[in-house]
């Protein structure tokens, strides 16, 4: 008898197609193992094809925006206000525009962090260190690979596919922009080489990319790597570290995993303090 449950992969695939090229297949959810190892296999073999040897992982918000343009932003709502003073969405928007005009300090400062990791090693010899990655994306991802372009650098982008904000910025060296669909897959390449961790504000991505992080360093699944915070005033904020401790959830130990600063120069320094550059 026929299981029924079979019908929609059957429709689209076909008995007589060879199986690699049989994209019904290779698309259902049978196929879901050869998919993960492909999309570990394709970026770890440009990876070694192009001697990236350690990376430094750059991460924060998709929506923080560079001066220029959050200036724009702002100058686009003050003028939609003054033409319709009592709406209070053109209120909203103005309040919102001020906010990512403050908030664009940090795609400055990630900008020049990448400009100041991308002159570290930029002779291909004996492979390339401590390079750039980012998710790809535009924000905080833009500035840091942007500046690691600036600088004469490489720098790497691991995309993955959304129904938002997810498109890939024109600042990531060809061949070393990766497309994912598997958030594991994508982070299991962030940290595989990862030499460092900086750390930028954001949302729900930025925290669940920090705390895997932090929770492979605590239980030594990886060895320990600085992770850097940038921005005091958000971060202490945002997240009360002493807390943890206090309930007895974390130690007072784990807190010396995190260290937070407010400049490109001093998340640079405390890298060179912890190799000994």
């Known amino acids: 008898m026929l299981n029924t449950k079979l019908e929609p992969f059957l429709k689209d695939s076909s008995s007589e197609t060879k199986a690699y090229e049989d994209l019904g297949f290779l698309h259902s959810s049978y196929s879901r193992a050869i998919r993960l190892q492909a999309e570990y296999l394709k970026p770890e073999m440009a990876m070694q094809h192009y001697h990236i040897n350690s990376t430094i992982v750059v991460f924060g918000s998709a929506r923080t925006l560079s001066h220029e343009e959050a200036e724009t932003n702002l100058i686009n709502a003050k003028n939609a206000l003054q033409e319709n003073p009592d709406s209070s969405a053109l209120k909203q928007q103005l309040k919102l525009a001020k906010t990512r005009m403050k908030e664009s300090k940090y795609y400055t400062m990630a900008r020049e962090f990448g400009t100041i990791v991308g002159n570290y090693d930029q002779n291909s ?74 750390c930028f504000p954001g949302g729900f991505g930025t ?48 807190l010396e995993l995190i260290h937070i600063c407010d400049s490109a120069e001093d998340g640079w320094n405390i890298i060179k303090q912890f190799y000994k550059l």
Do not use: C
Not at 181 to 195: D, T
Not at 238 to 252: A, H, M, N, P, S
């Open 125 to 198: 010899n004996d492979g390339y260190d401590f390079i750039v990655v980012t998710g790809g994306g535009g924000g905080i991802m833009e500035a840091g690979n942007r500046g690691a372009k600036e600088s004469g650098s490489v720098t790497i982008g691991l995309n993955i596919t959304l129904p938002f904000e997810q498109h890939p910025n024109p600042y990531i060296t060809k061949n070393l922009l990766f497309n994912f669909h598997y958030f594991n897959m994508r982070k299991m390449h962030f940290m595989s080489r990862a030499k460092a961790l900086g």
């Open 207 to 254: 925290m669940d990319e920090l705390f895997e992080a932090l929770t492979l360093i605590q239980t030594k699944k990886i060895p320990q790597i600085p992770v850097i915070l940038f921005g005091h005033e958000y971060w202490h904020k945002i997240i009360r570290w002493d807390f943890f401790v206090e309930r007895g959830l974390i130690t007072k130990e784990d």
